[in-house]
């Protein structure tokens, strides 16, 4: 069986037998993980290990684990930093800062990768230009050089955990005031003015491999009248095409407020996959998940199936092992002197 082009998500810490059904349908191809989903360490290493177990290949077991205020497990995980964190180390020490960057990316990948998780959607590679409520310090910095700089270091530590990075949100959510999870945000500049911009960090990661985009719930009208993960301009001419992206893209969540501009839950992912999407997510609406399996029955992509199989979890990492290591000590022990203490998460 290979990996089908939706991601679901559970409703609680352990799979019921309506889940276990949508689960193996031949269309699903991962899961992803909310704090709902969460009570230990032991506990969400078995979801996972029963999750990678129904199938072969193994579905994507995916988490949104950034740092900051989107990190989804707490209790048993080291608090990661926010992304804007680095940012400010880089005004002070730019090595640093790269190192930072570059231990926590590897920390986050590798206590995930310890029970099973096999991707975070991460990094951010939005511009933090202190306009956009919802992006705000999850993206590294307002200047595109120094977001790439730092986002590549995470990307590398991520990497060296066995993790692939996914970018988001493609071309840019940093210069719209509107949540897209509640409202229906539009920017209205011009594409010359994106491109020399926002796009410079997703270029450049492109560039030195990055494996996954997930792409905006944004309207941008200068270039497209569609959301940007409903655009064939954006995903194929732009991203395919101009910037020679090989990798997967992973819609943003279809139940969120932006996303439904096209239609019922059926349509959105059939618009998405057109456009160019590999994978549509269906958060929180069991009956919008059954209901997009259902439409996509006779649905068929090698080239997405292929693209996929990449984002598997690379190597194994034991826990305990883990947490005894000196690396391990070092990175955490790092972490704590910069104070930045856990805040409230963000529902994303």
């Known amino acids: ?43 969400i290493s078995a979801l996972v290990k029963e999750i990678h177990e ?32 680095y940012g400010e180390a880089y005004a002070r020490d730019k090595n640093q800062a790269k190192k930072l960057a570059h231990d926590c990316g590897w920390l986050m990948a590798a206590e995930c990768r310890s029970v099973g998780i096999d991707m975070s959607f991460a ?34 530590g991520m990497l060296h955990a066995g993790m692939a990075a996914t970018g988001k949100h493609f071309p840019g959510h940093g210069s719209v005031k509107e949540d897209s999870h509640t409202a229906h945000p539009v920017d209205k500049r011009p594409l010359n003015d994106i491109m020399m911009e926002d796009i410079i960090p997703f270029e450049r990661m492109i560039n030195y491999g990055l494996a996954a985009v997930m792409p905006a719930h944004v309207v941008y009208p200068a270039i497209d009248d569609k959301p940007a993960g409903y655009s064939y301009i954006w995903l194929q001419n732009i991203l395919r095409q101009r910037l020679n992206f090989q990798g997967v ?72 092992e883990l947490m005894k290591s000196v690396k391990w000590k070092k990175v955490v022990d790092k972490i704590r002197q910069l104070g930045d203490g856990p805040n409230l998460e963000l529902d994303v």
């Open 249 to 320: 893209i992973f819609s943003d969540d279809l139940s969120m407020e932006a996303a439904g501009v096209v239609g019922d839950f059926s349509q959105r992912a059939e618009q998405a996959l057109k456009a160019g999407c590999d994978m549509v997510l269906v958060c929180n609406h069991s009956e919008a998940a059954q209901q997009v399996l259902e439409s996509l029955e006779d649905y068929s992509s090698p080239a997405s199936q292929m693209r996929l199989i990449r984002m598997h979890g690379r190597g194994e990492i034991n826990r305990e």
């Open 123 to 156: 990094p951010v590679l939005d511009i933090g230009i202190g306009l956009s409520g919802v992006i705000g310090d999850r993206a590294y910095h307002s200047k595109p050089d120094i977001v790439s700089v730092l986002a590549h270091e995470y990307m590398s």
């Open 1 to 43: 069986m290979s990996l089908g082009p939706v991601m679901l998500d559970l409703v609680g810490t352990s799979i019921t037998p309506e889940e276990r059904e949508m689960l193996l349908h031949p269309q699903t191809g991962g899961v992803i993980l909310f704090t709902r989903n969460y009570e230990s360490p032991d506990q």
């Open 54 to 85: 129904l199938r072969t290949p193994h579905l994507l077991v995916a988490v949104d684990h950034e740092g900051g205020r989107v990190q989804r497990f707490r209790e048993g995980f080291t608090h990661i930093p926010a992304a804007a964190v």
